[in-house]
């Protein structure tokens, strides 16, 4: 099926059945641990005005210790810190941050090689069956798993293998309350041959492996550039997005008005949406870092 045909398709209802509700936690779930240091940053307790649960990447930042970067996070108002490792969970809790999206491990070509290489299973499933159990333990609400490249595969081949390796590890994923979030890449900028490169793969994946704890994180920059309509698919697909990623585009830079998104008019659509995950920010500044990032923060806090 072709990729945008199966976006267009799917609508609000192309995950009718499978029980999510695009949030952070879900009912019946065992609660999380909630991360030391000050009570106004625990998970959902925003610190002031807006509503959304924004969070940073971690990596765009990396020249910066990271003592210092959950510091400064905290005092900027974010809630959250996305993409750390699980070495460095404990860094931003001690600093009163939830850590919205985890790594399973440090494993070199963690883009490169995923799910849609059958070969690559047993190593990816070993990873989850230790990360998901620290996971839990350490309130950490979501993973992310990718898709790998192509490699001279199809489209189908890899969201079959996708669909066949996740659901071995999902069952652990409920057991914990972890969601594990497939990321869709684009594959003409940044990432060359990527497999998922498009919502419609994703959601095809979603709906084959049937867990409310495998869902996607939607990038606003990887699927502007590979297939726009940013905020209709977000709409119509909002049970199976349960994260998003920012940057400007073109360059994946601020959210200034040198890039073609309204990320303001898309922070306030969100919202109205009621949106419950996190709002993550992943650009990569060209400018004095903290202030590029107060300034996202004061973009998106609607």
Do not use: K
């Not at 020249?63 to 108002?77: S, T």
């Not at 990321?183 to 994703?202: I, K, R």
Request: charged share 25%; net charge negative.
């Amino acid at each position: 099926m072709d990729r945008r045909a199966f976006v267009a398709a799917a609508g609000a209802a192309a995950l009718t059945g499978l029980g999510a509700t695009g949030s952070r936690a879900e009912a019946g779930d065992a609660p999380h641990p909630v991360p030391e240091g000050d009570a106004r940053f625990r998970r959902g307790e925003r610190p002031g005005p807006g509503r959304l649960h924004q969070s940073v990447c971690r990596w765009p930042f990396e020249r910066i210790p990271l003592e210092d970067f959950c510091r400064e996070a905290r005092d900027m108002g974010l809630e959250a810190m996305d993409l750390l490792y699980p070495d460095e969970w404990a860094v931003a809790h001690s600093h009163g941050l939830a850590v919205s999206m985890g790594f399973a491990s440090r494993r070199p070509r963690f883009i490169q090689e995923g799910f849609n290489d059958p070969a690559m299973h047993a190593t990816l499933i070993e990873e989850l069956e230790t990360a998901i159990p620290l996971a839990a333990g350490a309130g950490v609400p979501n993973l992310i798993v990718m898709s790998g490249n192509r490699r001279g595969g199809t489209e189908a081949r890899g969201i079959a293998a996708c669909a066949r390796g996740l659901r071995e590890i999902t069952p652990l994923a409920e057991q914990h309350g972890i969601t594990l979030c497939l990321e869709m890449l684009n594959s003409t900028v940044d990432h060359a041959d990527y497999d998922a490169d498009t919502t419609g793969y994703g959601l095809e994946v979603v709906q084959r492996v049937g867990s409310p704890r495998f869902r996607l994180l939607y990038d606003i920059y990887h699927m502007q550039i590979m297939e726009g309509n940013v905020l209709a698919t977000i709409s119509a697909n909002r049970d199976a997005i349960v994260h998003l990623h920012t940057a400007g585009v073109p360059g994946r830079h601020e959210l200034d008005d040198s890039q073609e998104l309204n990320y303001r008019g898309i922070a306030h659509q969100i919202a109205e949406l009621e949106f419950e995950g996190y709002m993550a920010h992943e650009f990569i500044p060209t400018r004095e870092p903290l202030a590029a990032l107060r300034e996202a923060i004061a973009v998106c806090n609607v």
